[in-house]
């Protein structure tokens, strides 16, 4: 099976649309960024929830709608570990809530950012028993997936780079992650799967042969964006496509050897340099090297 040729077309580019957070520096709303997607024909978006929240529901679900933008995922799901039980219950609320609101804007996905050690976010980490916060994540995506199949709404867990394993999620590789999977949902019935984010997991050595064990069933999501060399920032200095060191159009066409035919998500943080420029700019940079052969 040969890969997609995107060259003469962007229709399976969709936005993550943290990558125009901010334009020159500021605060860019997410109808503006809606906006500015369906002046270039630009027909996926993957919001996160404060941008949704701060927009209204509502509004963005009528947006969706008006436009029929698909939502290629919606972020986010998870941060599942807590200090007790009070902590466990608030968690597995608010993860119920995102659920619906994906289902409100008619997500693919919801995409599970699954928390690390509880506090370390903020700089005050409780404990050092890494184990036992994925044994909370492990319950709480239990939990949730009995939920999220009622509605019909796919969960996707997201291995995040190890450098996060403190502070946003332990489960770093994608055999961490269908390990999950497996254990939950051994049918493998659609119901939960996997985010595939080339700037976490492109360093794997086990990154094909999981990709083929994860197969269609369980990639719910491809993420793009570039390895700087230097990386100034863990969080916020993401490259875009091309700038780095990913071979991103390896890492799809073994996607797509497991019948992926989804949206290849642009997702980049960077305080220092793309969130300065203009969203025009940023946006028609995405386009460019997405039917450029860098994605
Ligand atoms: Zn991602």
Redesign the pocket.
């Given at each position: 099976m040969s890969m997609r040729d995107f060259s003469q077309s962007h229709e399976c580019l969709s936005i993550?649309t943290a990558t125009v957070r901010q334009s020159y520096g500021a605060d860019f709303p997410l109808p503006k960024i809606i906006e500015a997607c369906l002046e270039r024909g630009i027909g996926a978006i993957s919001p996160w929830r404060d941008q949704v929240a701060a927009a209204g529901l509502p509004l963005i679900s009528k947006l969706v709608r008006t436009h029929g933008l698909k939502l290629s995922?919606y972020?986010r799901g998870g941060m599942f570990p807590a200090a007790d039980a009070k902590g466990i219950d608030a968690a597995d609320l608010d993860n119920r809530i995102a659920v619906d609101e994906a289902c409100e804007l008619n997500a693919k996905c919801l995409?599970l950012?699954v928390g690390g050690l509880p506090g370390a976010l903020a700089g005050k980490p409780i404990h050092k028993d890494i184990q036992g916060s994925r044994n909370q994540v492990f319950d709480g995506i239990g939990k949730l997936l009995e939920y999220s199949k009622s509605c019909g709404m796919p969960l996707a867990i997201?291995p995040?780079h190890p450098m996060y394993a403190a502070d946003r999620a332990c489960i770093n590789t994608l055999e961490q992650a269908l390990d999950v999977c497996d254990a939950l949902d051994n049918e493998q019935t659609g119901a939960i799967g996997v985010?595939v984010?080339v700037?976490?997991v492109w360093w794997d050595p086990k990154l094909q042969s999981q990709i083929e064990r994860a197969g269609k069933n369980r990639l719910l999501?491809f993420?793009v964006?570039d390895w700087l060399t230097p990386t100034t920032d863990l969080l916020n200095d993401r490259g875009m496509m091309g700038d780095g060191v990913i071979d991103i159009p390896k890492i799809r066409g073994w996607v797509e050897a497991q019948g992926f035919v989804g949206f290849s998500?642009v997702?980049i943080f960077s305080t220092g340099n793309w969130w300065l420029r203009s969203h025009e700019e940023v946006l028609d940079t995405c386009i460019a090297r997405h039917t450029g052969g860098f994605v």
């Amino acid at each position: 099976m040969s890969m997609r040729d995107f060259s003469q077309s962007h229709e399976c580019l969709s936005i993550n649309t943290a990558t125009v957070r901010q334009s020159y520096g500021a605060d860019f709303p997410l109808p503006k960024i809606i906006e500015a997607c369906l002046e270039r024909g630009i027909g996926a978006i993957s919001p996160w929830r404060d941008q949704v929240a701060a927009a209204g529901l509502p509004l963005i679900s009528k947006l969706v709608r008006t436009h029929g933008l698909k939502l290629s995922g919606y972020c986010r799901g998870g941060m599942f570990p807590a200090a007790d039980a009070k902590g466990i219950d608030a968690a597995d609320l608010d993860n119920r809530i995102a659920v619906d609101e994906a289902c409100e804007l008619n997500a693919k996905c919801l995409v599970l950012v699954v928390g690390g050690l509880p506090g370390a976010l903020a700089g005050k980490p409780i404990h050092k028993d890494i184990q036992g916060s994925r044994n909370q994540v492990f319950d709480g995506i239990g939990k949730l997936l009995e939920y999220s199949k009622s509605c019909g709404m796919p969960l996707a867990i997201e291995p995040l780079h190890p450098m996060y394993a403190a502070d946003r999620a332990c489960i770093n590789t994608l055999e961490q992650a269908l390990d999950v999977c497996d254990a939950l949902d051994n049918e493998q019935t659609g119901a939960i799967g996997v985010a595939v984010d080339v700037y976490h997991v492109w360093w794997d050595p086990k990154l094909q042969s999981q990709i083929e064990r994860a197969g269609k069933n369980r990639l719910l999501a491809f993420h793009v964006c570039d390895w700087l060399t230097p990386t100034t920032d863990l969080l916020n200095d993401r490259g875009m496509m091309g700038d780095g060191v990913i071979d991103i159009p390896k890492i799809r066409g073994w996607v797509e050897a497991q019948g992926f035919v989804g949206f290849s998500e642009v997702e980049i943080f960077s305080t220092g340099n793309w969130w300065l420029r203009s969203h025009e700019e940023v946006l028609d940079t995405c386009i460019a090297r997405h039917t450029g052969g860098f994605v």
